[in-house]
């Protein structure tokens, strides 16, 4: 199979970073397929249809993607006329052309339209069946291994610094399971994509497994970083991936484990759920227990009068993400900064969640109750700080 991947960039991106090799060598293959398709098309044509396994050699030959390009590029190229099936014409404009100029007679089949519609059809059957076939594969696959977690450390230093460290193993190491991690998060999104819904959960929960939150994160901010220009990546995506160091090579970012079969808005979705997944992983901080308390007593203040469901209490919905990640010490931390003596926490009927509620007789403009430093400890710290040195008197009363 032509293993050359298809350049995700348009030309002027490849001239200015340096990458016009990658782009030439793509629009050879994609030529290359075109050439094979028009041929399959001509040569399995019985006059009035296409045989069920017309489309496997050139599939095998050049691999789903490539052969869906130049299809789904034909299409937009010559359908000014409504000559594809409505279908057909809606599937292409699913394909990512991946800022392919318009025009570009190399990539655009000269077989007639009405074979090339009906050809379509046979190549997105055979690409349904591979797919499945290669979900069953891999499903099979992660069984037989355990789904074991790959444990290599994420190393975030260029190769260069690698290799004037000693460090070369642990590099390609790393890098090599970032690949790896970027093949995972694109399956997971497809396989995980129907109906027009992403099950953005159980598809962060796949990657999550097989390669644990740090690594998913690096590659996800390496990918986001690329796509600052993206109106379908949210702005706190974006501010958030900025925070995270990725290493470049040579000054320039590296580009094999970019995430670029995804479509954009989906991976955006795929993003949030996977920091807000992060997020509930982590321990909770005194800080944490902190804002949540300040929260729920400012929910206490704003109510101007009891919003219990009986109207004796006021009350205030607990946090779902804080009840994710608290333990119990948590939640006894959260009630002893509340300074209110009839303080519950408590489920309500025919409402989702826990809630805080107090008496309507108590004073809800009470401050928080911030534990003191401990006295002892404070004592302590005092013995244990260094003492200045003691003058000698003998000396002192000779002078």
């Excluded at 901010?221 to 702005?235: F, H, I, K, L, P």
Aim: aromatic content about 8%; overall charge positive; some cysteine.
């Amino acid at each position: 199979m032509d293993k050359t991947p298809i350049y995700p960039h348009p030309a002027a991106y490849a001239r200015e970073n340096g990458e016009l090799e990658q782009y030439r060598a793509s629009l050879k293959a994609l030529t290359d397929c075109k050439c094979a398709i028009d041929k399959a098309i001509n040569d399995n044509w019985d006059g009035m249809n296409f045989a069920r396994d017309s489309a496997k050699s050139v599939l095998k030959q050049f691999g789903p993607e490539k052969v869906a390009f130049i299809l789904a590029y034909t299409v937009r190229e010559k359908n000014l006329d409504n000559r594809f099936s409505g279908h057909n014409a809606s599937w292409a404009n699913t394909v990512p052309m991946y800022g392919m100029a318009g025009g570009r007679d190399s990539c655009t089949l000269e077989s007639h339209p009405a074979k090339v519609d009906l050809f379509i059809d046979v190549v997105r059957e055979d690409i349904l069946e591979l797919a499945q076939e290669k979900s069953e594969a891999r499903s099979t696959k992660h069984k037989r291994e355990g789904m074991k977690m790959d444990k290599t450390p994420v190393y975030t230093e260029s190769f260069q610094y690698a290799y004037q460290h000693e460090e070369e193993t642990q590099h390609i190491a790393s890098h090599t399971a970032n690949i790896g991690c970027k093949e995972a998060i694109e399956q997971a999104i497809a396989d995980h994509y129907s109906d027009n819904c992403l099950n953005t959960a159980a598809a962060v929960q796949d990657v999550v497994k097989r390669f644990g939150y740090e690594r998913m994160l690096y590659v996800l901010a390496n990918t986001v970083q690329d796509m600052e220009q993206d109106g379908r990546v949210s702005r706190a995506n974006k501010d958030w991936a900025r925070t995270i160091p990725v290493a470049f090579e040579s000054g320039r970012r590296d580009t094999s484990y970019l995430i670029t079969r995804s479509h954009p808005g989906l991976l955006n979705l795929f993003v949030s759920e996977a920091r807000h997944g992060y997020l509930l992983s982590l321990p909770l901080k005194r800080e944490d227990i902190k804002a949540e308390a300040a929260r729920i007593l400012a929910e206490f203040q704003n109510a101007p009068e009891p919003n219990s469901p009986n109207k004796t209490h006021y009350m205030a919905q607990i946090s779902p993400d804080f009840l994710a990640r608290a333990k119990t010490k948590d939640h006894d931390r959260l009630m002893a900064m509340l300074p209110f003596q009839s303080l519950t926490f408590s489920a309500l009927n025919g409402r989702k969640g826990t809630y805080a509620l107090i008496r309507q007789d108590e004073n809800r403009f009470q401050p928080l109750v911030l534990r003191r430093p401990s006295v002892r400890k404070k004592l302590q710290e005092q013995q244990d700080a260094p003492k200045p040195p003691t003058k000698d008197r003998t000396k002192a009363q000779e002078r």
